[in-house]
Nanobody, 117 residues
Framework: QVQLMESGGGLVQPGSSVGLFCAASGVEFKSYVMSWFRQAPGKGRELVASFTDKGTPGYQDFVRGRAIILGDNVRKAVHLQMTSLKPEDTAVYYC???????????WGQGTQVTVSS
């Protein structure tokens, strides 16, 4: 049973930074990509950043240059650090892992990030 445990987030000031951490357990497949998605109120879920089992990071344009995603392929964990936060970054952030062989995917429960003064 794959489970994703998320931590981090909370209420932060505009212009500040936030760290989000996710650790997966029960992962027995070796080819995967771990990602952070987010969903703002009234909007669809969108990809933020990803990290493959080969150690390749990827970023969406709206966070490029102000986010870093680091992965630990032994622990099956990812850490997303976002800086220069804007009110529009307010969303529930979800950790995600996808098995690249089967396409099966799993989601964390989400952690709230609120950017407000």
């Amino acid at each position: 049973q794959v489970q994703l445990m998320e931590s981090g987030g909370g209420l932060v000031q505009p212009g500040s930074s936030v760290g989000l951490f996710c650790a997966a357990s029960g992962v027995e497949f070796k080819s995967y990509v771990m990602s952070w998605f987010r969903q703002a109120p009234g909007k669809g879920r969108e990809l933020v950043a990803s990290f493959t089992d080969k150690g390749t990071p990827g970023y969406q344009d709206f966070v490029r240059g102000r986010a870093i995603i680091l992965g630990d392929n032994v622990r099956k964990a990812v850490h997303l650090q976002m800086t220069s936060l804007k009110p529009e970054d307010t969303a529930v952030y979800y950790c995600h892992i996808r098995n690249l062989h089967t396409g099966y995917e799993y989601w964390g429960q989400g952690t709230q990030v609120t950017v407000s003064s």
